[in-house]
């Protein structure tokens, strides 16, 4: 299997923009996370998704983000607009229900660094 | 109170030595834990997990669980310096939900 696919590995955007990060979870995962990571706060849970339903977005900022899922295979995290404040890696991992308590396993892809000027 | 705490480091070690890294959480509920490795500049990658009481032995690495003091530990044995990366220590939501709760991790350095 290929793992998590995110795309782009790194993006550059200027204040006021709108960015869509993407995410290709591994085939068969019936939950889908989105993540942000930084120096100061760590690796933050955003929003998580189970058979494409969102099902906790507390950890999303604000109202400028929101996150998609329309199908077992492709899900999206869009920040419009973007801050610099919102500079950051935000990783997609993706887990899967089954397989006892292995079920809680995240399996990560490489990550989106995002650098809002 | 965060749901799980580690020490940030960081923590340095010679090589050879044995480097020990702690994490404690709150919720008596959750069931599995969990240590991912972080490389500067990539993702975190799973090393070893565990849910029952005592030890979990992998190669040089050994995870401990011990529930009623809700602690958990990794000891690398023979430190090498690749071993020099952050090192997280994930929690489990009680309740039977998939996410994890992440400690802000320790950052390891192996010193040659």
């Known amino acids: 299997d290929a793992g998590v696919i995110q795309s782009p590995r790194h993006e550059v955007t200027e204040m006021g923009q709108e960015v869509t990060l993407r995410c290709k979870p591994i085939s068969g995962h019936d939950y889908l996370f989105w993540y942000r990571q930084t120096m100061m706060r760590g690796l933050e849970l955003l929003i998580y998704f189970n058979n494409n339903v969102p099902i906790d977005d507390s950890g999303m900022p604000e109202d400028r983000f929101s996150a998609k899922m329309p199908n077992a295979s492709f899900s999206t995290l869009k920040i419009q607009p973007s801050e610099p404040r919102d500079s950051a890696v935000y990783f997609c991992?993706?887990?899967?229900?089954?397989?006892?308590?292995?079920?809680?396993?995240?399996?990560f892809g490489a990550g989106t660094r995002l650098s809002v000027l | 109170q965060k749901e799980v705490e580690q020490n940030s480091g960081p923590l340095s070690v010679p090589e050879g030595a044995i480097a020990s890294l702690n994490c404690t959480y709150s919720d008596r509920g959750s069931q599995s834990f969990f240590w991912y490795r972080q490389y500067s500049g990539k993702s975190p990658e799973l090393i070893m997990f565990?849910?029952?009481?005592g030890d979990k032995e992998d190669g040089r690495f050994t995870a401990q669980l011990n529930k009623a003091s809700q602690y958990v530990s990794l000891l690398i044995r023979d430190s090498q310096p690749s071993d020099s990366a952050t090192y997280l220590c994930?929690?489990?939501?009680?309740?039977?939900?998939?996410?994890?709760?992440f400690g802000t991790g320790t950052r390891l350095t192996v010193i040659p």
């Open positions: 991992a993706s887990s899967s229900s089954m397989g006892g308590l292995a079920k809680n396993i995240q399996y």
């Open positions: 565990i849910y029952s009481n």
């Open positions: 994930a929690v489990s939501s009680p309740g039977g939900a998939n996410n994890l709760f």
